[in-house]
């Protein structure tokens, strides 16, 4: 009993000191940090600046895509019981894709930063992904790449006031 219990405090305690990631599932550290979940799904390498996506219940597949800059052509695949869409609000994409069915994409690549899309009926539960052209860029942070959710600010504060009304 003694052993059963020393176990699972050791289990408790590597839980804490080292916690499974958003990317784990990936087996490997992601080529692009994004805010949130993301269920990783692996990278692929686009050829000839063309590459098939699937899109399943809450996934990219590849989640990570490395292109070439320039114009890249996205090729989705609805194999998920759920509509999807692919979006990049950036660039102006919202492609919804019902299940079974397949669509078409352009996305402009650039060389300076990567390009953050997600599903916009489903990026809370992790299904978000990016286009890079090199390992460890960064997202274009801008308000409408989170996913258009507003951020909402702490209340100012002036003297003699608390900000909250009274």
């Not at 399943?56 to 509509?83: C, M, Q, R």
């Not at 869409?85 to 994409?105: C, N, Y």
Request: net charge positive; with cysteine; hydrophobic share 35%.
């Amino acid at each position: 009993m003694r052993k059963l219990a020393l176990f699972t405090g050791l289990v408790a305690a590597a839980t804490l000191a080292f916690p499974v990631t958003a990317w784990a599932a990936g087996g490997g550290k992601p080529p692009v940090k994004l805010e949130g979940k993301v269920n990783d799904e692996g990278t692929k390498t686009a050829k000839n600046n063309k590459l098939d996506v699937e899109q399943d219940d809450f996934y990219f597949k590849p989640t990570y895509i490395k292109a070439k800059k320039g114009t890249l052509t996205v090729e989705l695949e609805n194999e998920g019981n759920a509509p999807h869409t692919f979006t990049i609000d950036s660039l102006d994409i919202d492609k919804e894709v019902q299940p079974g069915k397949k669509a078409t994409v352009k996305v402009k690549v650039p060389s300076s930063s990567a390009v953050a899309f997600y599903c916009r009926f489903h990026k809370g539960q992790g299904m978000q992904g990016a286009i890079f052209t090199k390992t460890g860029q960064s997202t274009a942070s801008s308000a409408s790449s989170s996913g258009g959710t507003p951020t909402t600010k702490a209340p100012s504060t002036t003297a003699g006031s608390s900000g909250y009304g009274y």
